[in-house]
């Protein structure tokens, strides 16, 4: 699991999990493609008691991204034209399915391991007639675990809604944004990668037209709330150098618990 934090930088996503007892982690990312003429070319991170790493990205002769490289280990990209795969040294494997130019699954060979058996996620997408991405359904081992209803007000993500199967409980997440356009998105600006396995190419339809800056995450069954707080450093062509994501656990007495504060710093190439 380790490794795929690292290999993934959304390990922000684990402590938020943590904090707020989620029962679905997703350790997957999305990886800037482009959209301003820059790809993203090294990463640096703080991630709290989760420690320090650094990753740089290699691209293939077409553009797409090859491979993520870590403390001399890479995660590997090959390309066909339905799927994208990623392999770790260790033999994991992370898969997305292409149809139309948009994801319709992803699969991840080693998103839990309990007692030493792996237990592999399977995700399923749908889109709105706009192109957004309005359902996620996840399947832990083949069995359903959570659907994920998405909205949508003057071109960003403002609510997303997942119900797990197991219970019923209702998991509400609302998001709020600046003005500043998105712009080559990278993850921590994005607020759909904290629900899909994202790869590079933009393959999950439409994404917000502003940056997130605060997320607020509501469960069914407690008033505790999580709340994440987003500021960002921009270039001039408005890719975000900087990110940091500060997060913590509000009870409904107004305690607050497990604060956090997280921050990605990104170096970019450009035409």
Known sequence: MQKTIKYAIVAFIAIITIAGCKKEINYNAKFANGGNGCKLASVDTDLGILGKYSLSYTYDASGRLAKVTSDGESRVYTYTATKITGVLPDGEITELTISDGKAVSSYNSDFFNVNGVSIPVTR????????????????LDKKLNSTTELTYSNGNLVQSKITYAEDNEVETTTYEYSSQLS??????????????DYMPGGYFGKYSKNVVIKSI???????DQLVSDYSYKFDAKG??????????QKLGDGTVLNESSLTFSLVYICK
Not at 188 to 194: E, F
Not at 217 to 223: A, E, G, T
């Open 183 to 196: 712009v080559n998105p990278y993850e921590t600006s994005d607020p759909v990668s904290l629900i899909v």
């Open 124 to 139: 399923n997408y749908a889109y709105n007639a706009d192109g957004y991405l309005s359902v996620v359904k996840s399947y």
């Open 217 to 223: 995450q509501r469960s069914s069954k407690s008033d």
């Open 239 to 248: 890719n975000a150098t900087y990110t940091a994501v500060k997060s913590a």
